[in-house]
C-alpha cells in the first residue's frame, strides 16, 4: 500500500461538522486526534456540541447533536489525564473521505484547533516534517 506523504501542518475539511479550510497539526506524539469546541451540553442521550473560535481561523459557529457518542481517557503531553467525549465524524484529505475518531477539548490557547494522532495516520500517511499543507496545495480551485 502506497501511503500519502503529509506535512507538519495542514488545511482540511471536516464536512459533516460544516468545518472547512481548518488549520490542523499533524502529531505523531499523540495517540488520539481531537478538535477544539466552544461549548458541550449533555442532555436527553444526545451531546450538542458547539464549535467556535474568535481565534482559529474559519472556526465560526457551528452547532451539531450527537446521537452517537462516548467518553475516554487522554493523557496529555505533561502526563495528566483528562476525560473527554469522543465523536466519530469525517475530514477530507487529498479530496478523498476518511472516517476519523475526534476527543473534543478545549484549545483556543493552542496555536491550533485540531490534532491529528497516530491512531488516524497509521496505514495511511507518512509524514515529512519539512513539509506544509500539502493536502491543502494539491486541493481543486
Known amino acids: 500500500m ?4 503529509i506535512g507538519r501542518v495542514d488545511k482540511v475539511d471536516f464536512p459533516k461538522l460544516g468545518l472547512f479550510n481548518i488549520d ?3 502529531d505523531t506524539g499523540a ?11 449533555e442532555e436527553n442521550n444526545t451531546l450538542r456540541c458547539i464549535f467556535n473560535s474568535d481565534k ?15 467518553s475516554t481517557v487522554v493523557k496529555s503531553s505533561n502526563g495528566l489525564k483528562e476525560n473527554r467525549y469522543k465523536i466519530k465524524s469525517e475530514v477530507i484529505f487529498f479530496c478523498k473521505t476518511y472516517k476519523i475518531n475526534l476527543t473534543l477539548s478545549t484549545r483556543d490557547d493552542m496555536k491550533f484547533p485540531v490534532l491529528i494522532g497516530r491512531q ?13 499543507n500539502t493536502s491543502y496545495n494539491n486541493k481543486p480551485l
Open 56 to 70: 482559529h481561523q474559519n472556526f465560526g459557529k457551528t452547532e451539531i447533536i450527537f446521537n452517537e457518542y462516548s
Open 120 to 132: 488516524f495516520l497509521k496505514r495511511k500517511f507518512m509524514v515529512d516534517v519539512d513539509l506544509e
Open 2 to 5: 502506497i501511503k500519502k506523504v
Open 31 to 41: 495517540y488520539t486526534s481531537t478538535i477544539h469546541y466552544d461549548e458541550i451540553i
Open 24 to 26: 490542523v497539526k499533524v
